[in-house]
């Protein structure tokens, strides 16, 4: 049920009681607001629940909701080209290539990963030398291609620039 509670307020006394009427229900601290008011933030605000840790029950609930969900042709490729051309910075590159270094997958997503590829065509293998050890390996041509050898040396390049880093 929903009432006026104030009419005919400027905006900044509105913001004023706004703060008044949150603190007085204490709607913060019981999860009815985000904020303690006065700020303006729009329905829909990116950052409401930035940093918030939600329970297993609550994914849960969400999961639960968006199992089955199909998304249409219409807007799989409108969330495409929303991704097409997006800038990934150097750093952030290096990073992914080091993460999946070395990663192993099971025989059965191997399986899954060739079925698809199959007939598709393939960027040439290239061998390139790795920049820490200067020995010989081969990797396909692309803007996400191996730029060392083995993790080893992607660490050693990593714990050159950044001495927190361990492998």
């Known amino acids: 049920m929903l009432s006026i509670l104030y009419d005919g307020l400027t905006e900044a006394d509105a913001r004023h009681k706004e703060i008044e009427c949150i603190a007085s229900a204490n709607s913060v601290l019981k999860g009815y607001?985000?904020?303690?008011?006065?700020?303006?933030?729009?329905i829909g605000w990116p950052g409401a629940n930035k940093g918030k840790r939600f329970s297993q029950e609550w994914c849960d609930r969400i999961?639960?909701?968006?199992t089955g969900h199909v998304l249409?042709?219409?807007?799989?490729?409108?969330?495409?080209?929303?991704?097409?051309?997006h800038a990934v910075s150097q750093g952030t590159r290096d990073r992914v290539s080091l993460a999946l270094?070395?990663?192993v997958r099971p025989p059965e997503v191997g399986e899954k990963i060739r079925?698809?590829?199959?007939?598709?065509?393939?960027?040439?293998?290239v061998e390139?030398?790795?920049p820490m050890c200067g020995s010989k390996f081969q990797t396909r041509v692309n803007t996400m291609?191996?730029?060392y050898c083995s993790k080893s040396c992607a660490c050693k390049f990593a714990g050159q620039r950044n001495s927190r880093v361990t492998c």
């Open 33 to 42: 607001n985000m904020t303690p008011g006065g700020d303006g933030v729009p």
């Open 63 to 66: 999961s639960q909701a968006l």
């Open 72 to 85: 249409s042709s219409e807007t799989k490729s409108k969330i495409g080209a929303a991704s097409k051309g």
């Open 101 to 103: 270094t070395g990663r």
């Open 115 to 125: 079925a698809a590829n199959l007939g598709k065509m393939r960027t040439p293998v």
């Open 128 to 130: 390139r030398e790795c």
């Open 145 to 147: 291609g191996r730029k």
